[in-house]
């Protein structure tokens, strides 16, 4: 297959990593609350804060406490809780409540023990084909596509742009140096992600006093043997968060991790969970305007969920540039095909939820397949 790029953009969810044996949704959190009552014994803050949100939901909503956890809202009500400072003095920190960072925590272990040790075949054949310049924005927290790519020994990047030159109100693009890189953009963070800032503030804090206190945050500790390294490879602004995102290389290290002590950099799967995006709102940027000028759109696995709105709201701009920009563009022997997306329906079911999740779409133009993710419907999405 031709190397030439084709300047795509892939918009990947949680029904792509389903296949390998990744949980979604409620599964997720379920296993997170196991994880946790096997980590701290079942009266744990995750599961008080769980009981008090039953008793809330109950008297203001008369839903019994029986009645299935929506746990979207749960996790919002603890996001509202803490960003809001509702405890007041009991807040227990900048990066979250004790809860919520059980969660993140719970979260991590869960999803980094049932990672694959090698790529499935699934994963390699999507990363096989992609190309250098093909974008690919993906919500999922898991390293599956970097994984694969870093099997395949495809170079790839995980911030928006090299930059050449950084300027006071404008940079310079270093376009060469992206020649032959696949652009991976983990819009709700990662599980081997970690913000240096909480760190930061601390050590300046403790530095105030007589007898400052050591860190016991096992990555940005003092002789740490934890490996990681800054998310941005090259100049950055300094105004941008993510230039203190850093990657840590190796999570068997984090296995033993309080959750006290560090978090990895992920949003919650929380309808508030735009609260807590300031550290990637970089990867967010501009996309209202993309689209337009890429010659392949494709969206594997995401449904669109109504509680994403600022999710929609941004693919809602890119699909529609795509499809309604220019749509018979050529350039570079290149044109346009339709949007496509690839989700997955149980035989002889509708496909009627994936149409009104996505009914912004121009449908003349698109394209939707509901197999699920095997080779026949990769390639399909891929051509």
């Known amino acids: ?99 919520q960072l059980l969660i993140r925590n719970g979260i991590q272990e869960v999803i980094y023990s049932r990672t694959p040790s090698t790529p499935t075949d699934e994963c390699i054949r999507f990363c096989e084909q992609l190309r250098p310049q093909d ?39 270093d376009s060469e140096a992206e020649e032959d890189e696949i652009c991976i953009s983990k819009l709700h963070g990662s599980i081997d992600w970690y913000d240096k800032t909480p760190f930061l503030k601390d050590r300046e804090h403790a530095s105030q006093y007589e007898h400052p206190w050591d860190s016991r945050h096992p990555v940005f500790k003092d002789g740490t043997a934890v490996v990681s390294s800054p998310m941005i490879d090259g100049l950055s602004h300094e105004d941008d968060p993510l230039r203190y995102v850093y990657r840590v290389d190796d999570l068997s290290q984090l296995t033993e991790a309080q959750f006290w002590q560090c978090s990895p950099l992920i949003l919650s799967p929380s309808s508030s969970k735009i609260l807590y995006a300031n550290p990637l709102k970089s990867l967010w940027r501009g996309l209202q305007q993309a689209g337009g000028l890429n010659f392949g759109l494709g ?85």
């Open 299 to 383: 969206v594997i696995g995401y449904s669109l969920p109504p509680y994403d709105e600022y999710a929609r709201q941004a693919l809602y701009h890119l699909m529609r540039n795509y499809t309604e920009f220019e749509y018979d563009l050529e350039k570079m022997g290149l044109t346009k095909g339709p949007a496509r997306i690839l989700d997955y329906s149980p035989p002889g079911s509708s496909d009627w939820k994936i149409r009104r999740n996505y009914s912004f779409m121009n449908w003349e133009r698109t394209e939707l397949n509901t197999s699920g993710l095997n080779a026949k419907s990769i390639d399909w999405l891929m051509q």
């Open 135 to 173: 974008i690919v924005l993906t919500f999922n927290y898991d390293t599956l596509i970097e994984d694969a790519l870093d099997f395949l020994g495809k170079s790839y990047r995980l911030f928006p742009s090299r930059l050449k030159e950084v300027g006071i109100s404008s940079s310079i693009v």
């Open 1 to 99: 297959m031709s190397d030439s790029p084709r300047f795509r953009i892939f918009v990947v969810g949680a029904g792509f990593s389903v296949h390998a044996g990744l949980p979604l949704g409620g599964q997720l959190i379920e296993f997170v609350r196991q994880s946790v009552n096997r980590k701290y014994g079942s009266e744990n803050k995750l599961e008080r804060d769980l009981y008090w949100y039953l008793k809330y939901r109950e008297r203001c909503d008369h839903i019994s406490c029986d009645a299935p956890v929506d746990y979207e809202k749960f996790m919002s009500y603890l996001d509202l809780e803490h960003y809001l400072g509702l405890r007041g003095s009991d807040t227990w920190s900048d990066e979250g409540n004790e809860s």
